[in-house]
Nanobody, 115 residues
Framework: QVQLVESGGGLVQPGGSLRLSCAAS????????MAWYRQAPGKERELVAR???????YYTYSVEGRFTLSRDNAKNMVYLQMNTLKPEDTAVYYC?????????WGQGTQVTVSS
């Protein structure tokens, strides 16, 4: 059974940085396209960034140039480096595969950008 555990969130001022980590219980990271999703209060969950097994990345327009997604297959880890954070980045961030594995959703990690 796949388990994904997110960490690294917190409270940060606008313009600050955070690095999120996603730990997988299996080696799915090296097989699947992995992604970070986020859900802000009152909004639907959205895909933020994804990385293929071959290392190709995609970023949603609102984070392109500010966020960087990386993967460490040997450690079964996926990372999201978030720079120049904005209040609109405030959300719970989750990692999962593309396409999504419903039973793999973790608790997420809260990111709050506020002065």
């Amino acid at each position: 059974q796949v388990q994904l555990v997110e960490s690294g969130g917190g409270l940060v001022q606008p313009g600050g940085s955070l690095r999120l980590s996603c730990a997988a219980s299996t080696s799915i990271i090296s097989i699947y396209t992995m992604a970070w999703y986020r859900q802000a209060p009152g909004k639907e969950r959205e895909l933020v960034a994804r990385i293929t097994s071959g290392g190709n990345t995609y970023y949603t327009y609102s984070v392109e140039g500010r966020f960087t997604l990386s993967r460490d297959n040997a450690k079964n880890m996926v990372y999201l480096q978030m720079n120049t954070l904005k209040p609109e980045d405030t959300a719970v961030y989750y990692c999962n595969t593309v396409p999504i594995i419903d039973r793999a959703w973790g608790q997420g990690t809260q990111v709050t950008v506020s002065s």
